[in-house]
C-alpha cells in the first residue's frame, strides 16, 4: 500500500494470541470454536451480564449467569437479563448450527418468566427445536441452584449470507 497504510503483515499468532483470547477464555468459549469468533469475540454483552458457557455444542448449549449485577429495583433477577441471556444462548447455538457459513439474526424471541431469583447463579440450557437451511428454533430453559423454572424462551434465528 503506502507509509501511512502498510501491508498487514501476515498473521502466525496462535489461537491463543487472538484479540479476544482472554475474553473468550473467560467467557467459557471452548478454543476450537475460537476461530469462529475471531473478528468479534463474544460480543460487549456476555462480560457485562458475567455469562459463562459450561457447553458450546450445535445440538447443546450451557451456561451460567450470576444474579448479582443483573437485579431490577427490587433486587429480583432482571427479566432483561434473563432474555438477554436466553439469546445468546439461542444465537450461538444457531451459529454452531450454521458453522460459519451464514449469521444468525434473531427475529423473534419469547419468554415466560416462572419465578424470580434473589442470589447465586442461573443456569440456561438451550436445545434445538428445528434446524433448517435457511432458519433455526430452540428453547431456553433457565433454572435456579436448585433445579427450579426461572424461565423457558423460545427464539427463531434466520440465517443470512455473510456479507
Request: with cysteine; aromatic share 2%; net charge negative.
Given at each position: 500500500?503506502?507509509?501511512?497504510?502498510?501491508?498487514?503483515?501476515?498473521?502466525?499468532?496462535?489461537?491463543?494470541?487472538?484479540?479476544?483470547?482472554?475474553?473468550?477464555?473467560?467467557?467459557?468459549?471452548?478454543?476450537?470454536?475460537?476461530?469462529?469468533?475471531?473478528?468479534?469475540?463474544?460480543?460487549?454483552?456476555?462480560p457485562?451480564?458475567?455469562?459463562?458457557?459450561?457447553?458450546?455444542?450445535?445440538?447443546?448449549?450451557e451456561?451460567?449467569?450470576?444474579?448479582?449485577?443483573?437485579?431490577?429495583?427490587?433486587?429480583?433477577?432482571?427479566?432483561?437479563?434473563?432474555?438477554?441471556?436466553?439469546?445468546?444462548?439461542?444465537?450461538?447455538?444457531?451459529?454452531?448450527?450454521?458453522?460459519?457459513?451464514?449469521?444468525?439474526?434473531?427475529?423473534?424471541?419469547?419468554?415466560t418468566?416462572?419465578?424470580?431469583?434473589?442470589?447465586?447463579?442461573?443456569?440456561?440450557?438451550?436445545?434445538?427445536?428445528?434446524?433448517?437451511?435457511?432458519?433455526?428454533?430452540?428453547?431456553?430453559a433457565?433454572?435456579?441452584?436448585?433445579?427450579?423454572?426461572?424461565a423457558?424462551?423460545?427464539?427463531t434465528?434466520?440465517?443470512?449470507?455473510?456479507?
Amino acid at each position: 500500500m503506502n507509509d501511512l497504510h502498510p501491508e498487514p503483515a501476515p498473521s502466525t499468532a496462535q489461537p491463543d494470541a487472538a484479540p479476544f483470547a482472554a475474553q473468550l477464555r473467560d467467557a467459557g468459549v471452548p478454543e476450537p470454536i475460537w476461530p469462529m469468533l475471531a473478528s468479534h469475540g463474544v460480543g460487549e454483552l456476555v462480560p457485562k451480564l458475567g455469562i459463562v458457557f459450561t457447553r458450546m455444542e450445535a445440538e447443546r448449549v450451557e451456561a451460567t449467569m450470576p444474579v448479582a449485577g443483573n437485579t431490577q429495583v427490587v433486587g429480583l433477577l432482571h427479566g432483561g437479563a434473563t432474555a438477554a441471556l436466553a439469546e445468546t444462548l439461542g444465537s450461538f447455538a444457531a451459529a454452531l448450527h450454521a458453522q460459519g457459513r451464514k449469521n444468525p439474526v434473531g427475529v423473534d424471541l419469547n419468554i415466560t418468566h416462572h419465578r424470580g431469583a434473589r442470589e447465586g447463579l442461573v443456569h440456561a440450557v438451550c436445545t434445538p427445536l428445528h434446524l433448517g437451511r435457511t432458519s433455526t428454533s430452540h428453547q431456553i430453559a433457565v433454572s435456579d441452584a436448585e433445579g427450579r423454572a426461572i424461565a423457558t424462551a423460545r427464539i427463531t434465528n434466520q440465517l443470512l449470507e455473510p456479507r
